[in-house]
T-cell receptor
Framework: GAGVSQSPRYKVAKRGQDVALRCDPI?????LFWYQQALGQGPEFLTY????????KSGLPSDRFFAERPEGSVSTLKIQRTQQEDSAVYLCASTRRIAGVYNEQFFGPGTRLTVL | KQEVTQIPAALSVPEGENLVLNCSFT??????LQWFRQDPGKGLTSLLLIQSSQREQTSGRLNASLDKSSGRSTLYIAASQPGDSATYLC????????????FGQGTTLQVKP
């Protein structure tokens, strides 16, 4: 398929475990975004990449959250020492060009993280 | 700080009815506004994107309008169908940032047969 893909789709972690969530953007999309969506809420911005450069990480809630995109394609969101409040759906989105004025964001299906 | 609000939070209508979903934002300095649909347990599907210079966009039974000066957008759904049941989210991309979207909390729509 030509859409944004994410894996795993579901992840259950015990409190204190580390998790890694993967995002495969649409081929050729240089911009990649991560969002966090709590139950019953709209998504909230976490971080943004332009190619391999992380240009905005202002939405990361703590230093336990880390994201990378080393080759400017696949991205990984890592959460260390997970806490129950980290339980949410993590959404990845990509856009075709550098985040300019006129770009539509395309979203993946999300990873639902449950921390017990 | 940009804030996006959607009213109502939930809406239930009989099949065939025309309906309007509302979205308001506090800072009119936006680049664009995007409407999404989200089905339970699923990701977001883009419905319509309105640039700041545009007044409306149409796709099939959907029409989205934008009044930037008043900080409002509406999504009009004509002849609603049970398959339209979902959560509808609006999101704005504000000027002067890296392209991140600021979302409302969504309107959950139920269309009854």
């Amino acid at each position: 398929g030509a859409g944004v893909s994410q894996s795993p789709r579901y992840k259950v972690a015990k409190r204190g475990q580390d998790v890694a969530l993967r995002c495969d953007p649409i081929s050729g999309h240089v911009s990649l975004f991560w969002y966090q969506q709590a139950l019953g809420q709209g998504p909230e911005f976490l971080t943004y990449f332009q190619n391999e450069a992380q240009l905005d990480k202002s939405g990361l809630p703590s230093d336990r959250f880390f994201a990378e995109r080393p080759e400017g394609s696949v991205s990984t969101l890592k959460i260390q020492r997970t806490q129950q409040e980290d339980s949410a759906v993590y959404l990845c989105a990509s856009t075709r060009r550098i985040a300019g004025v006129y770009n539509e964001q395309f979203f993946g299906p999300g990873t639902r993280l449950t921390v017990l | 700080k940009q804030e996006v609000t959607q009213i109502p939070a939930a809406l239930s209508v009989p099949e065939g009815e025309n309906l309007v979903l509302n979205c308001s934002f506090t800072d009119s300095a936006i680049y664009n506004l995007q409407w999404f649909r989200q089905d339970p347990g699923k990701g977001l599907t883009s419905l319509l994107l309105i640039q700041s210079s545009q007044r409306e966009q149409t796709s099939g039974r959907l029409n989205a309008s934008l009044d930037k000066s008043s900080g409002r957008s509406t999504l009009y759904i004509a002849a609603s169908q049970p398959g339209d049941s979902a959560t509808y989210l609006c999101a704005v991309r504000s000027s002067g940032n890296t392209g991140k979207l600021i979302f409302g909390q969504g309107t959950t729509l139920q269309v009854k047969p």
